[in-house]
């Protein structure tokens, strides 16, 4: 117990001294020891994982909760990725399965949910257990993301099958001393001190790559890097940086102390706060029309930045709503493209500055919309009691863009600024619960109140 609170203490310090920045009021504490083998990476064997976990909550019959074996955190990812199921999502990916070294302290509830049967110790837990790390077998040369990897501690293990994903942490510490096969490298979210990572925040994750470029920028104070394996990738920083200030001005709060940006050619479900995964076409025709004809790769860009606030860091808890943080991630992103001279169409200029065509943001959800409501008999998103429908996931990916109208119109009725207040509020609130359409209905009827209007 003492080598591990020493290596607590000293992260906490270097931590202090190098970055400058306050303590987080953490509510676990993982100290953890990965060992990544050459196999791990060619998956032929198991990446290996050693903890050493500290919270209040750990004693028997506590429940250890691990998202990335939960089907309901995949598949939220899945949603946030705005990508529909496909078989390709599918084709030649591994996914990983836990295998623990001690099962006696364990027993599986359900999938993602491990009951512990035994703590030697209140508040304190020694495991180690191993996993296949998530991938592309037919891809081997690409970057591997670890994230979602290590458990949560909840009170206890629901007993039926969930409908809501658990209230994340505000925030955690981590220590991770890491090993690697030669010819590898690793970026993380945190700084490294004395071969070891230390980082306080609410998503840890691990990237590792062998041929890749690694950047690294500060835009307002954040610690912003570019991972990429093309050169054009790296031509994105400039508008990166643009829409990363913009959204920073209108929330006043980054979701996390850094950000890291990865260049990727297949789909990657991704929900953790400070990394952005980029999926590039694969088609070289794809790439050619999205980057060079049109603005549609900024535009996506633009709302997947936005998901950083909207979608990480003010979740919601059910898959039905995941569609009310789209939409405001989608308004934030509205914010940014209809102000910008250079990105706000569609389509870019030609030689002599002149618009291939003209077809605007708002349009393009206008005609979405339009299209929505004749590919489907009803289009509503609640229900009378203000409830989301619960078919709204096996809808078109794009089915929040009803919501999106509705907040355009929202904006109109309050006014820019005023729907500046509205987001920076769902972000304060997003840090004591999820967010949900009652939540946000509330807070509505409560600003319109003290405004003297009305709202429906």
Not at 59 to 86: N, Q, V, W
Not at 257 to 262: A, D, G, I, N
């Amino acid at each position: 117990m003492k080598k591990w609170n020493s290596i607590f203490f000293g992260a906490m310090l270097s931590k202090l001294f190098i970055t400058g920045l306050p303590s987080l009021e953490a509510s676990s504490r993982y100290a953890m020891h990965v060992d990544i083998r050459e196999s791990d990476l060619s998956y032929q064997s198991d990446a290996r994982i050693t903890l050493h976990l500290e919270d209040p909550a750990l004693k028997p019959g506590a429940c250890l909760y691990l998202p990335l074996e939960d089907p309901l955190f995949r598949r939220s990812s899945e949603i946030h990725s705005l990508t529909g199921h496909s078989v390709r999502d599918q084709a030649s990916r591994v996914n990983p399965m836990i295998q623990w070294s001690r099962p006696d302290l364990v027993e599986s509830v359900r999938p993602g949910y491990w009951r512990l049967t035994s703590v030697p110790a209140l508040g304190f837990l020694d495991v180690a257990y191993s996993f296949r790390i998530a991938g592309w077998k037919d891809h081997p040369e690409r970057p591997r993301i670890m994230n979602d990897f290590y458990p949560q501690v909840i009170s206890e293990c629901p007993e039926r099958e969930p409908e809501h994903l658990p209230l994340q942490a505000t925030a955690a510490l981590f220590t991770v001393d890491l090993r690697l096969p030669s010819g590898w490298s690793v970026v993380s979210p945190g700084q490294e001190t004395n071969d070891s990572i230390a980082y306080e925040g609410r998503d840890f994750f691990l990237v590792f790559y062998q041929k890749a470029e690694l950047k690294e920028w500060t835009v307002e104070g954040l610690r912003f890097r570019m991972l990429g394996v093309t050169a054009n990738f790296f031509q994105l920083e400039r508008a990166i940086r643009q829409i990363l200030r913009h959204h920073h001005e209108v929330l006043k709060i980054w979701p996390s102390r850094e950000l890291l940006v990865l260049e990727s050619e297949e789909f990657e479900p991704n929900s953790s706060t400070g990394l952005v995964v980029i999926n590039r076409p694969q088609q070289a025709l794809m790439r050619t029309l999205q980057e060079d004809f049109l603005n549609w790769n900024i535009w996506q860009l633009t709302l997947t930045l936005a998901e950083q606030w909207f979608g990480h860091q003010a979740r919601t808890s059910k898959l039905e709503d995941i569609w009310l943080t789209q939409s405001l991630a989608e308004t934030l992103a509205l914010l940014f493209i209809s102000e910008s001279d250079e990105y706000s169409n569609l389509f870019t200029a030609d030689d002599d500055n002149e618009l291939w065509f003209s077809l605007n943001f708002g349009q393009t959800q206008d005609l979405l919309a339009a299209s929505l409501s004749l590919s489907q008999s009803h289009n509503a998103l609640v229900d009378a009691d203000g409830l989301s429908l619960m078919d709204i996931p096996e809808r078109p990916p794009y089915a929040f863009v009803r919501a999106s109208q509705a907040l355009r119109l929202l904006l109109k009725e309050l006014g820019r600024s005023e729907y500046h207040r509205f987001l920076r509020e769902l972000i304060a609130l997003a840090d004591l619960k999820s967010l949900s359409p009652k939540v946000v209905r509330k807070l509505l009827l409560e600003k319109f109140d003290r405004e003297g209007a009305r709202v429906s």
